[in-house]
């Protein structure tokens, strides 16, 4: 039989997978958020999302791939520094509480998401596939999402979408540069504090793995102002749950 602990990592691998395939972010968040409500140590939990997301993004951007969702050039500019930023950031996390970084967070997230909103409703000309600064976006998303235990997607799509770039070229493009800076992020985890909960980990993957191309069908078939829309509004409710975390 299969234990019910390692149905409930997949259950919470599944339903993250799913809304971070479909928008292009929130996986990492997700998944932590819920680990944590499930009594996981904070450490173990970013620890543990990252593992698992070497897997699942590599799914999620193997179907992204396939369905023409991917733009290479914007994936090295994306890939080689946000490796740089992960390798950084879960070096000094043991350092720095996450919470400190998610709050630090918070005003970017709530500005983005008013300024996507607001682009969704109105409409605008495409941009460039890949807008100047994307190397240094790249580092400090990295960065970020290793400290935070999320905030790599949240920070490059609403960036990316916000200056233009196509969002399901976008989505498809995070996701496999997330897969690279995800290995980089756990293997420095490993180094530091071993595979302490495998059957999160485990879990993560089944769910992720199995939900991946369900997700990347949404993003290639959802309108662009749609998919700016909802991006938007993932990215307040982000900042809206930090602010609660923090002061609730």
């Known amino acids: 039989m299969i234990p019910a602990e390692f149905l409930t ?56 791939w396939l369905a023409g969702n991917v733009r290479w050039r914007l994936f090295w500019m ?23 970084m998610r709050l630090a967070l918070t005003p970017y997230l709530l500005g983005m998401g008013v300024f996507l909103l607001m682009r969704g409703a109105l409409g605008r000309p495409p941009g460039p596939d890949v807008p100047r600064g994307t190397p240094v976006l790249g580092l400090g998303a990295g960065f970020a999402d290793a400290v935070a235990g999320g905030g790599w997607s949240a920070l490059t799509v609403t960036t990316l979408v916000a200056r233009g770039a196509t969002p399901r070229m976008v ?8 897969c690279v800076v995800s290995i980089a992020a756990s ?12 059957t999160a980990v485990l879990g993560l993957i089944a769910g992720g793995v199995v939900a991946a191309p369900v997700g990347a069908i949404f993003a290639r078939h959802m309108p662009a ?14 900042g809206v749950n930090n602010v609660v975390r923090a002061f609730g």
């Open 9 to 64: 990592f997949a259950a919470v691998g599944a339903l993250a997978q799913l809304v971070d395939g479909a928008l292009g972010m929130a996986y990492g968040v997700a998944s932590a958020a819920m680990l944590l409500g499930l009594g996981v140590p904070p450490v173990t939990a970013t620890a543990s999302v990252h593992q698992a997301e070497a897997f699942t993004c590599g799914a999620s951007g193997l179907s992204h």
């Open 78 to 100: 994306l890939a080689i520094p946000g490796v740089i930023g992960a390798v950084i950031g879960a070096a000094v996390v043991v350092h720095v509480p996450a919470d400190w």
């Open 171 to 178: 989505i498809g493009t995070v996701h496999l540069a997330k």
């Open 187 to 198: 293997v420095s985890f490993l180094l530091m504090i071993g595979l302490s909960h495998g």
């Open 225 to 238: 102002r749609v998919a700016t829309v909802l991006a938007a509004i993932a990215v307040l409710g982000l």
